[in-house]
């Protein structure tokens, strides 16, 4: 039976979500205007946008049953992702965007072309890599709107993943990157006050820090730990080992921060002085949000072992045990909400980033030079609408530990595919044409190779993304070194050096 509570608050709030895309329609002109916002994102309206496209459903509801079932050694994963916002605008974001505003690009993709002199074969195989990872992190997007709109409506699975996704793709359609930030500043308005509201409460449900504390030593002394033992995990949980951890900090602190979801982002201010403080107020509304999510998580965990609540996956953690602390399923949906914000925040700029590769990438840049703004956004659109369709077939088709191995797939070819060339393209002199292809190819495709090796043959050490890092940076370097030097025009004009904000502070 649908709640009809429930039903109302999602109700009001897909509503609201479309007419913003609508009022966000009326500014698309050009393809500028669709693809990066026409360059006119303020400070809140950038912070929120980084925040929420990092801040994803899956982060949620991950965060929390990753601390349910593994406790503080999980910690670690909550101090690297909020690093992945700084290295991405410090690092990453303040070069790339001078570039990219001084010569109109839309994309990463054409930074990486026009560094490497590659308009076309690095152009494809970083907009395949976009395309691909994109695809993986939609579905486990998809994941998590079924897993709201389920608790929340009372309805199947299909019926929560239609709802979830048709009310996403429309926006997307309607407003591009307007709609988008403009969703994503009031997404993320409800997703702070939420979890500043809820944590609390599902934490004090628990008994507080000493008894939740007391119950993970209880269960296993290693819980309260910084990390669990080398030796070979004894349990599922067991896996954040200090050689772990280690891959662990590459994986997040610099292979989310260059998914193009996330990187993108900078081309779409208004002015690079945003730069300045952002990367502080982003990182810290981050750690205060996480934290108290990863100690609800701690809080459920406490919750089952104490018998006051069952739990069937630790995914379901957050919604159980926000579900348990609320006084009535009405005000449960309102809360409910907020994990839908985190969901959505991210979906949509996945999508759009879907569509940016299709309209800008390979279709302008690649088989139409003379495309104009409408055919460009006409062609985004449909990359949109396709992929959208797609990506929830393939929610439709996954399991869950195909789903988690997906997931951290991405993100592991994120690492592989994206780093190494751009920031060897940014501060070594010496990374040329030939280095950034091979490091691309090598690393996208030793990523599945490990990753492979790591789901089905044996569990590694270290995140599997790690050795194709590796491997990335070994042939990004050999190759380098033995082919022929870009030029010192190039050099200078894509700012590339050691210096991270830019000769002069350009």
């Known amino acids: ?100 505003q001084k010569n109109n690009f839309h994309t990463v993709q054409d930074y990486l072309a026009y560094r490497f002199e590659s308009p076309k074969a690095v152009r494809s195989i970083a907009s395949l890599a976009v395309v691909v990872t994109s695809l993986i992190y939609l579905v486990g997007q998809y994941d998590a709107i079924s897993i709201v709109l389920r608790s929340i409506l009372n309805i199947t699975q299909i019926q929560a993943l239609l709802l979830g996704v048709f009310i996403v793709v429309i926006y997307v359609l309607l407003g591009g990157l307007y709609a988008v930030a403009w969703t994503n500043l009031f997404q993320g308005i409800i997703i702070i006050i939420g979890v500043l509201i809820m944590a609390p409460l599902v934490i004090n449900a628990a008994g507080g820090l000493t008894v939740i504390n007391q119950t993970l030593a209880a ?4 819980l309260v730990q910084i990390a669990f033992p080398q030796a070979p995990p004894y349990a599922k949980y067991a896996v954040f080992t200090p050689l772990f951890i280690i891959s662990w900090f590459f994986l997040l602190a610099f292979g989310l921060g260059s998914a193009p979801h996330i990187i993108n982002n900078v081309i779409a201010v208004k002015d690079k002085k945003l730069f300045r ?26 919750l089952v072992e104490t018998g006051k609540l069952t739990l069937t996956r630790p995914d379901d953690a957050f919604i159980a045990g926000v579900r348990y602390a609320m006084p009535s399923e009405f005000v449960w949906s309102f809360f409910a909400v907020v994990v839908l914000a985190a969901v959505m925040s991210t979906t949509d700029r996945l999508l759009l980033v ?39 077939v393939l929610a439709l088709m996954r399991t869950d530990q195909l789903l988690a191995w997906l997931i951290w797939m991405g993100i ?6 994206f780093v190494t060339p751009i920031l060897f393209g940014l501060y070594w002199k010496g990374a040329t044409k030939q280095g950034a292809i091979w490091s691309m190819i090598a690393g996208f495709v030793s990523a599945f190779i490990f990753g492979g090796i790591h789901q089905w043959v044996k569990k590694l050490p ?38 991270i904000r830019g000769k002069n502070n350009q």
């Open 219 to 222: 269960k296993d002394p290693n």
């Open 277 to 302: 403080w952002s990367p502080l107020v982003i990182v810290g509304l981050y750690l205060i949000i996480m934290y108290l999510i990863k100690i609800t998580g701690m809080a459920v965990g406490t």
């Open 1 to 100: 039976m649908v709640s009809v509570g429930g039903l109302i608050v999602i109700v009001f709030y897909f509503v609201l979500l479309l007419f913003i895309g609508a009022a966000a329609s009326a500014k698309i002109k050009t393809s500028s205007d669709y693809l990066v916002a026409g360059r006119t994102l303020g400070f809140w309206m950038f912070v929120m946008l980084v925040l929420g496209s990092v801040v994803s459903g899956m982060t949620l509801l991950g965060v929390a049953g990753l601390g349910s079932t593994g406790g503080w050694p999980t910690f670690w994963e909550q101090l690297f992702v909020p690093l992945t916002c700084g290295v991405m605008i410090i690092l990453y974001g303040y070069k790339i965007y001078q570039v990219c």
């Open 412 to 417: 592991g070819i994120m690492l592989s595919t």
């Open 462 to 499: 270290m995140h599997y993304s790690f050795y194709s890092f590796v491997i990335s940076i070994v042939v990004m370097l050999v190759v380098s070194l033995l082919t022929k030097k870009p030029s010192k025009e190039l050099l200078d004009a894509s700012l590339t050096g050691g210096f």
């Open 354 to 392: 879907i569509g940016s590769a299709f309209g800008w990438d390979f279709y302008k840049q690649l088989f139409n030079k003379d495309a104009t703004h409408k055919q460009i956004t006409l062609v985004s659109r449909i990359a949109v609408l396709v992929f959208g369709t797609i990506s929830f």
